[in-house]
């Protein structure tokens, strides 16, 4: 397996750091893209755990940190920003030529999950979701 650091832009003053997990099988199985949980970031151990390990197994993976991580701050963006990156990453990834073709697969630990589920139900195509933790509901939103 081969984990490529990248560097995405967000903005023109704002950028993100990702790690891609490629396969060294030549049948590459599917794209997942992993979001990190409210209080963590991607180097969180059950996230960099999964990565490596589906990637190990023929599964393109992608973790990545959100904006408020990379700059320190301890609360997130409100969701629409958050999805907007999220759908940056799996755009980013399924532009890649030596990708294309592959099913994708959007998830995430607790907050990266939820917005998982919600940039799906919106209108991001995927193949499917994996959740790695919950809650799925924004704080103060158990009725959701």
Do not use: W
């Not at 967000?10 to 950028?15: E, G, N, R, T």
């Not at 049948?27 to 190990?56: C, K």
């Not at 917005?115 to 924004?138: E, K, M, T, W």
């Amino acid at each position: 397996m081969e984990l490529r650091p990248l560097t995405l832009n967000v903005s023109p003053d704002q950028k993100i750091r990702a790690v891609l997990g490629v396969p060294k099988s030549a049948t590459l199985d599917a794209i997942l893209v992993l979001a990190h949980g409210a209080n963590n970031n991607m180097d969180h151990p059950l996230i960099a755990g999964v990565h490596e390990r589906l990637a190990r197994e023929g599964v393109v993976t992608v973790r990545f940190n959100f904006p408020y991580m990379e700059e320190g701050r301890k609360h997130p963006d409100p969701d629409p920003a958050l999805e907007g990156v999220f759908r940056l990453v799996v755009e980013y990834v399924g532009e890649m030529e030596e990708f294309k073709g592959l099913e994708m697969f959007l998830g995430g630990k607790s907050m990266g999950a939820r917005l998982a589920a919600q940039i799906v139900a919106q209108d991001v195509g995927a193949n499917g979701l994996v959740f790695l933790g919950y809650p799925l509901h924004s704080p103060g939103g158990r009725g959701q």
